[in-house]
């Protein structure tokens, strides 16, 4: 009997996803550019800072130690 329970059971869930992806709202073409364009330059960005920041302090340690 619980056989049949999850059997009835899976065409509902399958069912319930089918109807909640027609709820999405999904983005243009024009949107998803932007927003890939977007991250790419802030992890380019933050990537620059990062390098510049480690590059100062290996700098500073390097001649703190050979004083």
């Known amino acids: 009997m619980a056989d049949s329970t999850k059997k009835e059971n899976k065409p509902n869930f399958f069912h319930g996803v ?3 992806f027609k709820k999405i709202t999904w983005p243009t073409r024009n949107d998803v550019i932007k927003q890939t ?4 330059v802030i992890t380019v960005v933050c990537s620059a800072l990062i390098a510049g920041i ?3 302090a290996k700098t500073g340690i390097d001649k703190l130690v050979n004083l």
Request: glycine residues 0%; charged residues 40%.
């Open 37 to 40: 364009l977007l991250v790419t």
């Open 54 to 56: 480690d590059f100062l």
């Open 18 to 20: 089918k109807r909640e």
